[in-house]
């Protein structure tokens, strides 16, 4: 069953995209980068928070001035209050409740989990602002044509 997990597809992207995170964060601070915009589509918004979260964990000014997540492969359950010392700004999700990539193939490679972006993000923290975009974003890959960013 383990092996199984480890070599389905959905879960070796998502553990990709986490370490990818990681090395972003890691990137931006070997080249000293300030007031850095995020963008992240579908997994990439999962790298995105991923490297927002990595760089909370250190003891410095934020260096994220803003982060765009659209149609974001990311659980509703993660705590983005942990990412609130990474940016200075705000953290827009774009989300859209008619994604059914999001809706039906995430919540069923996720056990039942939800993502932001197709739910958007309950108990948010001041500074992330969910965008429903449900009126231009009829399926997943409409958030790269048809949404323009804040």
Known sequence: SAVGLAKNPWHVARTRASMTGAV???AIVRADLRDVVLVGFSLGGRVMAEAAEALATRDEEPRILEMHLLGAAV??????HA???AVSGTIYNYFSTNDKV???????????SKAIG????DKAPKNVKNVN??????????????VDLK
Do not use: C, N, P
Not at 75 to 80: A, I
Not at 118 to 121: A, D, F, L, V, Y
């Open 24 to 26: 972003l964060a890691d």
């Open 118 to 121: 197709q739910k958007g993000i």
């Open 102 to 112: 999001l809706g039906y193939l995430y919540t069923a490679a996720e056990a039942g």
């Open 75 to 80: 659980g509703t359950r993660r705590d983005f």
């Open 133 to 146: 975009v449900s009126r231009q974003v009829k399926a997943h890959d409409d958030h790269l044509r048809l």
């Open 83 to 85: 990412m609130e010392s």
